[in-house]
């Protein structure tokens, strides 16, 4: 097999302040061999030369739904469709990810196991997944199949299944949202004796938890159960954002792994609804607060669930972090590194170093000086094979 060698402006590792100049990167079928810079490639091989061009770690979204279609009414779009069409549906929001710099994405919400006929094909990016969320029955979400009676002996089994299925990770919701009528984002779903019992069952099968999370009274109840991650986290309460109290630093201390939810880009008639932007300002001060005491953050966009969330959004996500005050070098780790370790890959994903996986993405600028840089895209190799 002759190695490619791909030669650029400056590389970005995934772990690093700095960027490495003049790279020369390796990589033999669809692992990277070698990376070094200011270095002649290898006689044998192959050479891309990409001038002027950083090159980093393919991005991971860490909470997308393929099966939603980010248009006006996903969830009706979705129940309208067959198995057939929802797939079809899956496939090109898996290659518009992918195309955006998106090798690796975290699918916490399909329909009746969808995404798992994904997982490994040509021209997908690498896909985690949870099928159907367990949720209460008429709970959030309980129209993607995962309806399941509030027992600790249903909710074991609904995780059986699930280990059986061969999903990466449980998704379960601990509190209610907005999509589903009839459910609160402040509103628990389970208790804390029934998180646990999900929790237990899915740790003898060797699989995380992470647990949909907006209420406070369901953060809680989430660690208390010993969750692996939280997504949203956002403290929401019926009619604000509550004071987290103990919680943030309780958060930072266990290290479980947050989900912030981030990424939106404007859509034409479409103004954000009054009550997230009620609750908008406190939502990211309450963020920020876990981020300076230390809370291990990744980034999800939760892509897929409207027209202002399109499945290549997370590149804005990454902008959008400028409020919580991180550097843009730390934004890039959140959805690398940091993010690959919360997606059970950090052994080879996330990184451009040997023996991880040749997920790369050549942008044009310097993305640590201005991730406005990640919306000029070269060129996209997943797992060795260039894919733009």
Not at 106 to 113: E, I, P
Not at 222 to 233: F, I
Not at 301 to 315: C, F, N, S
Not at 316 to 336: D, E, F, I, K, S
Request: glycine share 10%; aromatic share 2%.
């Amino acid at each position: 097999m002759t190695p490619i060698a791909i030669r650029a402006g400056a590389l970005f590792d995934g772990v690093s302040g700095t960027l490495t100049p003049d790279p020369v990167l390796v990589i033999s079928g669809p692992a990277i061999v070698s990376v070094a810079g200011s270095v002649a490639p290898p006689a044998d091989a192959e050479v891309i030369d990409l001038p002027g061009a950083t090159l980093m770690p393919g991005l991971i979204d860490t909470h997308v739904h393929l099966a939603f279609d980010g248009g006006p009414d996903p969830v009706a779009a979705l129940a309208a469709r067959d198995d057939d069409a929802v797939l079809a549906v899956m496939r090109a929001a898996a290659r518009t990810a992918l195309h955006a710099g998106i090798t690796t994405v975290r699918d916490l919400g399909d329909r009746d196991y969808l995404s798992l006929r994904l997982r490994g094909l040509d021209g997908m990016p690498t896909i985690v997944a949870a099928g159907p969320p367990i949720t209460t029955p008429a709970g959030h979400c309980h129209f993607l199949g995962g309806a399941t009676e509030p027992t600790p002996q249903a909710l074991r089994a609904a995780v059986r299944e699930r280990a059986d299925r061969g999903t990466d990770v449980i998704k379960i919701m601990a509190s209610g949202g907005t999509m589903t009528p009839g459910t609160r984002q402040e509103t628990s779903q389970f208790t804390t004796e029934l998180l646990r019992a999900a929790v237990d069952e899915a740790h003898r099968h060797g699989l995380p938890v992470t647990a949909h999370a907006h209420g406070t009274d369901s953060i809680r109840m989430s660690l208390d159960a010993g969750a692996d991650g939280m997504e949203h986290v956002t403290f929401w309460s019926a009619d604000g954002v509550d004071e987290p109290g103990d919680l943030i630093d309780r958060i930072a201390r266990c290290g479980v792994t947050v989900g912030i939810t981030a990424g939106s880009v404007q859509a034409p008639g479409l103004a954000p609804p009054p009550a997230i932007v009620k609750r908008l300002p406190a939502v990211v001060s309450n963020t920020r607060r876990l981020y300076e005491a230390g809370a291990h953050l990744v980034l999800g966009t939760d892509a897929g669930i409207g027209p202002t969330k399109p499945h290549d959004v997370l590149r804005h996500a990454l902008q959008q972090t400028a409020m919580l005050g991180v550097t843009p070098a730390t934004a890039l780790t959140l959805a690398t590194s940091r993010a690959a370790a919360a997606c059970g890959l950090a052994g080879t994903k996330g990184r451009l170093a040997p023996g991880f996986d040749a997920d790369i993405v050549a942008v044009d600028g310097d993305p640590l000086a201005d991730l406005a840089a990640l919306h000029h895209i070269r060129a996209v190799f997943a797992r060795g094979r260039r894919v733009l």
